[in-house]
């Protein structure tokens, strides 16, 4: 069992910056990829980013390219999304969670309880 407790939500205004983390413990967590996902009002959960247990491969959704930065520290047990020139339509629940590699929730075993992100215009 791995739980995974995201913080560094909030609100922020259009072209600012937030840095999310994701604090695991349980299992070994350097077993594992991280990956960052988000849902919208009344949707289904969409991959952000994710990151292999080495943290020398990476993936990002087009929408995020550029912007987003997923990295982590096995050393603390901490996974990280850092969110720069944000928009209004990156407005979420942000989740982390820990699994297989992939773009689907399918591939992730374990999740934690989300963080709003909101972005102001």
């Known amino acids: 069992q791995v739980q995974l407790l995201e913080s560094g939500g909030g609100l922020v205004q259009a072209g600012g910056s937030l840095r999310l983390s994701c604090a695991a413990s349980?299992?070994?967590?350097?077993?594992?990829?991280m990956a960052w996902f988000r849902q919208f009002p009344g949707k289904g959960r969409e991959f952000v980013a994710a990151i292999t247990w080495s943290g020398l491969s990476t993936d990002y959704a087009d929408s995020v390219k550029g912007r987003f930065t997923i990295s982590r520290d096995n050393a603390k047990n901490t996974a990280y999304l850092q969110m720069n020139s944000l928009k209004p339509e990156d407005t979420a629940v942000y989740y982390c969670?820990?699994?297989?590699?992939?773009?689907?929730?399918?591939?992730?075993?374990?999740w934690g309880q989300g963080t709003q992100v909101t972005v102001s215009s």
């Open positions: 349980g299992r070994t967590f350097s077993d594992y990829v």
């Open positions: 969670a820990a699994g297989a590699w992939g773009r689907k929730t399918t591939g992730y075993a374990y």
